[in-house]
């Protein structure tokens, strides 16, 4: 599957911070020590409706680590997946009466579109599910094969994998038994099927059903992958048995990340999967929160036909801390507009204060877990600065324009 075109991140001066994050699983901010090239999986999409100001917010967080490790001189692997079949897909499909592979390839288009307007580096591998069927096959035929999984004895052709196979399965989300059934039920699982070991145990294949697309599964049979096993397997295959970080909303701590490296480690041997489970906030709209059942998202596509700069979308989305649910209104944008406004005025000054010293000091912020609400202000501070006149630094300016370009990833 094509990613999206790229765009050329300014060099800076001087030395790089190391970058440290906040760690699901530890529930501490503890450094990214990569060994060798960085190595970094974020979910994805599921392609049945159009990016999200929640999309957007997630991809500019992971967007910012990439940014952070370049400038270290490290070389960055990063793997983003498309989940371009699933029951979400097919059932918005349906209710529109549309194709849903022409559903899937219109919205991860316009995804790709909003991508490239946010300025978001696109990760060196862009895949569908769809198109790693079989390799996922062959992972749930591994774990059968391992006894870490079973088939449901009711004719489906349906296999789960067994979370007794995992003794440290909830180690990633610190959920309790209680909490994570809860959360299992409202997010795509399916605790009280009939046949189950255990209510928790996820679906790694479904056999085929009437009027659904299926692909052969080899010894599975006809039928389509779970969700949780398609990003294990894909990145299990693109970047090894263990993560730098695997990224996403909030939402997807359990059971998706959960779930995803209880099956990676179960079928490698090495644990954590993840050196670093990172996962932002939601964002919400004037106090409510976003979801698609409530019909109150806002679209990055039509905020852009509304010519709102995307530059001024990224602000606006900076100014909360990554991990904090917040909220997204009209005086936010209004906000992050003039704030885009005083910047652009401020680089075009003459001179400024020293361009070093704000480099330096974005770089300890966003060192310290992406901290961009104190990056926002400092940069704030030299703007009013230089428009007051008061910095002496003739090179200021074009340094710090650099500086948000390649840090922050805002175009002045």
């Known amino acids: 599957m094509e990613s999206w075109t790229g765009h050329e991140v300014p060099r800076l001066p001087g030395t790089a911070q190391p970058l440290a994050l906040y760690d699901s699983a530890r529930r501490t901010v503890l450094p990214t020590a990569p060994d060798g090239p960085a190595t970094m999986y974020v979910c994805g999409i599921t392609p049945y409706d159009a990016t999200h100001l929640g999309h957007a917010a997630t991809m500019i967080t992971f967007d910012l680590v990439q940014r952070m490790w370049r400038d270290a001189g490290r070389p960055v692997s990063y793997v983003q997946n498309v989940t371009d079949i699933d029951d979400p897909l097919l059932e918005r499909a349906e209710r529109d009466g549309e194709d849903w592979v022409v559903l899937g390839m219109r919205e991860t288009a316009l995804f ?4 490239e307007a946010l300025r978001i580096i696109p990760p060196e591998h862009y895949v569908g599910a769809v198109e790693s069927i079989p390799d996922i096959a062959a992972r749930v035929v591994e774990l059968l094969d391992d006894g870490a999984a079973y088939r449901l004895d009711d004719g489906t052709g349906d296999v789960y994998f067994d979370i007794a196979a995992a003794p440290r399965f909830g180690y990633e989300s610190n959920l309790s038994r209680e909490e994570m059934r809860e959360l299992f039920a409202e997010r795509g699982g399916d605790p009280d099927r009939a046949g189950k070991r255990d ?5 790694l294949w479904r056999g085929s059903r009437e009027g659904e697309p299926a692909w052969n599964g080899g010894p599975l049979g006809p039928g389509r992958p779970g969700w949780h096993i398609e990003c294990a397997a894909i990145a299990l295959k693109l970047l090894g048995a263990r993560l730098d970080v695997q990224g996403g909303g909030n ?5 998706h ?3 995803s490296a209880a099956h990676a480690e179960r079928l490698t041997g090495e644990e954590p999967f993840a050196r670093h489970y990172v996962h932002a906030g939601m964002i919400g709209l004037d106090g ?3 979801s698609k059942s409530k019909g109150n998202l806002v679209f990055v596509s039509r905020l852009r036909a509304d010519r709102v700069d995307p530059m001024a979308i990224r602000l606006a989305l900076l100014a909360g801390h990554y991990r904090a649910d917040r909220q997204w209104t009209e005086e936010l944008l209004k906000l992050a507009t003039q704030r885009l406004g005083r910047w652009r005025e401020a680089v075009r000054a003459a001179a400024g204060p020293s361009g070093a010293e704000l480099l330096a000091g974005v770089r300890e912020r966003l060192a310290d877990d992406l901290d961009t ?5 400092l940069v704030d501070a030299w703007a009013e600065a230089a428009l007051a006149g008061t910095g002496t630094d003739p090179e200021a300016p074009a340094l710090v324009a650099r500086t948000v370009d390649a840090l922050l990833g805002v175009r002045l």
Do not use: I, Q
Not at 199 to 203: A, G, W
């Open 112 to 115: 790709r579109e909003d991508m």
């Open 199 to 203: 209510p928790l145990d996820p679906l």
């Open 251 to 255: 939402d997807l701590l359990f059971p």
């Open 257 to 259: 990340h959960e779930c």
């Open 288 to 290: 409510s929160k976003m």
């Open 373 to 377: 609400p104190a990056v926002l202000a």
